[in-house]
């Protein structure tokens, strides 16, 4: 049974528009995790955080908001979307266990702003 | 420039055959993780090594964190081992009991028929 979820899978959204991306994680995990990944980039992190409540920048945050409201759900938020932030969102979970910070990848979120 | 550089960007190999792909790092990494693109785009988790070698089914990766590179050696390539391989190297942002990953921007491996 998959252990981090993301929803919507695709979503449409217009420029100027909201768009909020959703992801849930049943690994009970401390740290969660935004990346979008382009062609010729890899996968580039966003906003994370370390429990309920926190979220921190992360290499590319401009555009986007985070929100931390559980342990379980972690949430991506343009408030005005662009052309340029058309991508694949990937959500992440992970923690340190036994000195390791292994990152577990939910199934991603097509998002194509027009 | 990039922390991560990762090569060969794209590779293919015959059935049976095998290859090492390489992650240099610009900075110390504390640990790095690969990772399998498959066709439907999912991530899978391959290896995580904070230190030395490790090995999974025909799958073999190193972390040389003092010469800053890690490797990983597919040797007997097969049809499900087709997809995107990334590699992505850790580091610890104080005071928050998370990690960051930096990914290399991947190897695309196809099996030639």
């Known amino acids: 049974e998959a252990a981090v979820t993301q929803s919507p899978r695709n979503k449409v959204a217009v420029t100027g528009g909201k768009v909020t991306l959703s992801c849930n994680q049943t690994n009970n995990h401390n740290n969660m995790y935004w990346y979008r990944q382009d062609t010729g980039h890899g996968l580039r992190l966003i906003h994370y955080?370390?429990?309920?409540?926190?979220?921190e920048k992360g290499d590319i945050p401009d555009g986007y908001k985070a929100s931390r409201p559980s342990q379980e759900n972690f949430s991506l938020i343009l408030e005005l979307a662009t052309p340029s932030q058309t991508s694949v969102y990937f959500c992440?979970?992970?923690?340190?266990?036994?000195?390791?910070?292994?990152?577990?990848f939910g199934p991603g979120t097509r998002l194509t702003v027009l | 420039g990039d922390q991560v550089e990762q090569s060969p960007s794209a590779l293919s190999l015959h059935e049976g055959t095998g290859s090492a792909l390489r992650c240099n790092f610009t900075t110390t990494m504390r640990a790095v993780q690969w990772f399998q693109q498959n066709s439907r785009g999912s991530l899978i988790n391959l290896f995580y090594l904070a230190s030395g070698t490790k090995e999974n089914g025909r799958l073999k990766s190193t972390f040389n964190s003092k010469e800053s590179y890690s490797t990983l050696h597919i040797r007997d390539a097969q049809l499900e081992d087709s997809g995107t391989y990334f590699c992505?190297?850790?580091?610890?942002?104080?005071?928050?009991?998370?990690?960051?990953?930096?990914f290399g921007k991947g190897t695309k491996f196809s099996l030639i028929p």
């Open positions: 992505a190297a850790e580091t610890l942002p104080p005071g928050t009991g998370s990690n960051r990953l930096t």
């Open positions: 992440a979970s992970g923690e340190k266990r036994l000195g390791a910070y292994e990152q577990y």
């Open positions: 955080s370390y429990g309920a409540g926190s979220t």
